[in-house]
């Protein structure tokens, strides 16, 4: 083989895995401790109505809010905890693994919005404390797609998959949950624990494979 046609087919694969790599790449983003509040509750914990908006999240129509609250666990508290707003029909407390051994609580790793049987927790705001019986979770590591990503990817809703980010400390998550909406901007969710695991930043790059 003549070396012109050797580089000629090198570059091909080359330029082959690199559109495999454009076409199954997901942005990361790393969700640190959070609540979302249900009306009822945040009218008792801030003696007010309305959530006030600090900064818009990539999620369509998501914002962290202004307002923070105090979790208080059986062991210990974490203070400044950043309410997303808007309002849930039920209140949900998203940790990590971590926080749970600070609080002293079961780190009970959910889907949101699954919260049947997972723990409870005091909250504690500026005009009032609100003890919920179920709702606190460590979230399962997730992708938020829209339909035509899932399409270019060839995934579907709730399919597992595995996603890889290379680097210093290069590290496979495997068990990823796929979520797609139209509703969804294409994300991948991790919690700190799991970022720092893989020494993993916000709008780091993941490649998404099958299982």
Known sequence: MKQSEYIHRVTERVMTRLTEINRCSVPIGVS?????????AYQVLFGQDNLT?????KQPGQYAANEI???IGPKGSIEKVR????FRE???VEISLTDSFVLG????IRESGDLKGTPGITLMGPKGVVTISQGVIVAHRHIHMHPSDASRMGVFDKERVSVTIYGERELTF???IVRVSPKFALEM???VDEANAGYIKNNDIGIVSKT
């Open 105 to 108: 609580v079961p780190g009970v």
């Open 32 to 40: 640190n401790r959070h609540v979302h509040v249900s009306k009822e």
């Open 83 to 86: 309410i997303l707003g808007p």
């Open 189 to 191: 969710h991790i919690d």
């Open 174 to 176: 495997s068990n990823v």
């Open 90 to 92: 039920e209140t949900q």
């Open 69 to 71: 609250v105090t979790l």
């Open 53 to 57: 908006k600090k900064v818009d999240l």
